[in-house]
């Protein structure tokens, strides 16, 4: 029996249209001052063990099916990649990151896109910053020392016979974002966010009726000691509210305002 054909010969996305679409990407990101990395085809993995190290790959070197990441942190400017590992956490990202233009994901072999990346400028943001439940990753902030894959890379599966095409948002035929609207966010703040985004979603599933109100108050008390402002407590108290089924919402936003006061 023959091997199976590579998702890469049995694709639409020929070599020819690939490279160019990677070498038209190249150019926007290093004129957004940023390091692209060459990737295998494919793959996430750098092209060479010196990769970090040595300058920018040239144009010509992304020939084919060659995949293209990015150096995050200083390597580019100080911009950084939230990177969402959880399904659990995924779909509650806009409601707790900032907002940014800059949101990419995979395409293919899902319902719709996963817009796992949110970009921002971070600049003292010095080392990657990586959230467990137990052992696994649920989210990390990718900055100095590492890369991540970019559009318009594609990723084989793990039998090697089908591929995610990593795209902006919006699928394949997205445009690039303006990279200058990427929101320039401190590292203290960033770090505040993703805490509170995972511990809201992982929590909101523990609250049970007949407890609401003085678990809440609880909640709202704990953000408050923590530093949280009333804004992002109001943010948090709603929404795990709204996602354990509690109805008396105005009754818990009356107890954040009066738990600051």
């Not at 494919?42 to 063990?49: E, F, I, T, Y």
């Not at 942190?73 to 900032?98: C, R, T, V």
């Not at 990723?155 to 016979?161: H, S």
Request: hydrophobic share 35%; proline share 7%.
């Amino acid at each position: 029996m023959s091997a199976p054909a590579s998702p890469a010969a049995t694709s639409s996305r020929t070599a020819e249209k690939h490279e160019q679409e990677v070498r038209k990407a190249y150019r926007q990101y290093l004129d957004a001052g940023w390091k692209p990395v060459l990737l295998y085809k494919g793959r996430k993995r750098p092209v060479g063990n010196d990769w970090l190290e040595k300058p920018a790959p040239e144009l010509e070197d992304f020939v084919g099916h060659a995949n293209i990441g990015r150096a995050n942190g200083a390597k580019s400017n100080g911009h950084i990649d939230i990177d969402i590992d959880s399904d659990e956490l995924l779909p509650f990202a806009e409601h707790f990151l900032p907002a940014t233009p800059a949101k990419f994901g995979r395409y293919y072999g899902k319902p719709q896109q996963s817009l796992s990346h949110y970009l921002y400028h971070c600049p003292d943001f010095d080392k990657s910053y990586v959230l467990k439940l137990g052992t696994k990753t649920i989210l990390e902030i990718r900055s100095n020392g590492g890369q991540t894959v970019f559009p318009p890379s594609f990723i084989y599966d793990d039998d090697l016979r089908d591929l995610d095409l990593v795209c902006w948002n919006g699928g394949p035929k997205a445009p690039l974002p303006n990279l200058a609207d990427i929101p320039t966010i401190s590292a203290e703040k960033i770090k505040a966010d993703i805490n509170l985004y995972a511990v809201s979603v992982l929590v909101a599933k523990h609250f049970h009726k007949g407890g609401f109100h003085d678990g809440m108050l609880s909640w709202a008390g704990m953000l408050a000691k923590a530093g949280y402002s009333e804004e992002d407590t109001l943010k948090s108290t709603i929404f795990i509210a709204e996602q354990s089924g509690q109805e008396d919402i105005q009754d818990r936003i009356n107890g954040v305002v009066t738990t600051y006061r």
